[in-house]
């Protein structure tokens, strides 16, 4: 993962080993998060959060290759104690990318879809940084296999835990 950060912008590289790309979902981007896909959840940072539900300005935004060598984008926000099931997220850019042992995925994300007013030096944000590897064959091609975080309680496909998030500090 590599991110950068100017007044209006969140910028994202991540580049993933992944031999049997796999994603299933291309009508219901909600669900793009189960098959193969970089996903960032961000909110407010404060030293004392609910456990019980999602921040309110709390916002996930996933991003996948297809198999035929497109992008897939999605955004949620909020819903209770977990995220609502989005839709397709279209301000900014996301490309994904297929190489020979994965793919890359580099996006600029707009401040104003993330839901972060005013982004300075210093800034903290409540943030996971997400990696979903889909099971390749069989019966269950295409559902969430593995979910790999910064957030050690971030395993499965719900978002509960949401005092557990890490830190994302933006510096110059």
């Keep these: 993962w590599r991110l950068g950060w ?9 580049k993933v080993t992944d031999p049997d790309l796999t994603q299933t979902h291309l009508q219901r ?3 793009i998060g189960t098959g193969d896909a970089i996903g ?17 300005r709390d916002v996930r935004i996933l991003i996948a290759p297809t198999e035929t060598g497109g992008t897939l ?12 099931a989005g ?26 879809t993330l839901r972060v007013e005013k982004p300075r030096a210093g800034m903290k944000l409540a943030a996971n ?7 390749a064959t069989g019966a269950k091609r295409g559902s969430l296999g593995a979910l790999l975080s910064n957030n050690e309680q971030r395993r499965g496909s719900g978002a509960k835990w949401r005092f ?4 994302l500090e933006l510096s110059t």
């Excluded at 100017?6 to 991540?14: D, M």
């Excluded at 959840?41 to 404060?46: A, P, R, V």
Aim: charged content about 15%.
């Design 6 to 14: 100017n007044s209006n912008t969140l910028f994202v590289f991540v």
């Design 29 to 31: 981007p909600w669900l």
């Design 40 to 56: 960032l959840e961000l909110g407010t940072y404060t030293t004392r959060i609910a456990t019980d539900r999602m921040g309110a």
């Design 73 to 84: 984008r999605a955004l949620a926000y909020p819903e209770g104690a977990n995220f609502a």
């Design 87 to 112: 839709t397709t997220w279209t301000t900014g850019a996301a490309i994904a990318k297929r190489t020979l042992s994965g793919y890359v995925v580099e996006a600029a994300i707009p401040f104003e």
């Design 129 to 135: 940084l997400l990696l979903a590897d889909a099971v």
């Design 164 to 167: 557990t998030w890490g830190v």
